[in-house]
T-cell receptor
Framework: KQEVTQIPAALSVPEGENLVLNCSFTDSAIYNLQWFRQDPGKGLTSLLLIQSSQREQTSGRLNASLDKSSGRSTLYIAASQPGDSATYLCAVRGIGTGFQKLVFGTGTRLLVSP | NAGVTQTPKFQVLKTGQSMTLQCAQDMNHEYMSWYRQDPGMGLRLIHYSVGAGITDQGEVPNGYNVSRSTTEDFPLRLLSAAPSQTSVYFC???????????FGSGTRLTVV
C-alpha cells in the first residue's frame, strides 16, 4: 500500500529565504506526482505535475524534482514571500489498481514572516 | 471557465438525515472523483468515475453513493448521515491519462 510522508510538518522562515519541502513515498511504481497548495479553509491549487519519466518541473519561483527510484520528491521555493504561506501537499498517482487514485501526504504548513 | 464547482460550501446535518453534495465541471473532463479531508489523515478517495455511466469505489466508500449521468456532474449522496462523516469534501476532475487533477473549493460538512 502506497504511503506518502511529508517532512517537516510545519516550517517557519523569514521572507526572502530559499526553502525545500520534502515528500517521500514507499512504492516507486508511480505514474506521476503532483504538488498542491492549500490556503486555510480553501480548496487545493495545483502547483506542479511531474510525470514518472521526468526529473523536474519548474514554474516561476517553484521547482519540483522527482527521484522515483529513491521514492522522493522535493519542492524548492526561491525567495520566499509572505504570500507563499499555506499548506503544501504532495500527492502520488500509482499504476495498475492505483491509477485512478491520488495518495496524499498530510502536508507541510509553511509560514513566511515579513 | 468556472473549473470545478461544488455546492453547498457549508452544511450542518442531523444524524440520520440525507443530502447530496453537488459537483459540476465545465472542462469536459472524463475523470471525476470525490475525496474527504480529515485532520491528520490527508485526503482519501471516496468514489470515482472514468466517464458518464461508470463509477467505482475508492478507499472509504461506505455510507456514500454516487452516480454519473452526464460528463459534467458527479453528485455525492449521503443516505443516512453519521457524525463520522463530519469532514471537508473535495471534488476533483482530470482531463486525460497524463494530466493532473483540478480540485473544487470544497464542502465543509458537520453532522451533529
Amino acid at each position: 500500500k502506497q504511503e506518502v510522508t511529508q517532512i517537516p510538518a510545519a516550517l517557519s522562515v523569514p521572507e526572502g529565504e530559499n526553502l525545500v519541502l520534502n515528500c517521500s513515498f514507499t512504492d516507486s511504481a508511480i505514474y506521476n506526482l503532483q504538488w498542491f497548495r492549500q490556503d486555510p479553509g480553501k480548496g487545493l491549487t495545483s502547483l506542479l505535475l511531474i510525470q514518472s519519466s521526468q526529473r523536474e518541473q519548474t514554474s516561476g519561483r517553484l521547482n519540483a524534482s522527482l527521484d522515483k527510484s529513491s521514492g522522493r520528491s522535493t519542492l524548492y521555493i526561491a525567495a520566499s514571500q509572505p504570500g507563499d504561506s499555506a499548506t503544501y501537499l504532495c500527492a502520488v498517482r500509482g499504476i495498475g489498481t492505483g491509477f485512478q487514485k491520488l495518495v496524499f501526504g498530510t502536508g507541510t504548513r509553511l509560514l513566511v514572516s515579513p | 471557465n468556472a473549473g470545478v464547482t461544488q455546492t453547498p460550501k457549508f452544511q450542518v446535518l442531523k444524524t440520520g438525515q440525507s443530502m447530496t453534495l453537488q459537483c459540476a465541471q465545465d472542462m469536459n473532463h472524463e475523470y471525476m472523483s470525490w475525496y474527504r479531508q480529515d485532520p491528520g489523515m490527508g485526503l482519501r478517495l471516496i468514489h470515482y468515475s472514468v466517464g458518464a455511466g461508470i463509477t467505482d469505489q475508492g478507499e472509504v466508500p461506505n455510507g456514500y453513493n454516487v452516480s454519473r449521468s452526464t460528463t459534467e456532474d458527479f453528485p455525492l449522496r449521503l443516505l443516512s448521515a453519521a457524525p463520522s462523516q463530519t469532514s471537508v469534501y473535495f471534488c476533483a476532475s482530470r482531463q486525460g491519462r497524463h494530466h493532473g487533477y483540478t480540485f473544487g473549493s470544497g464542502t465543509r460538512l458537520t453532522v451533529v
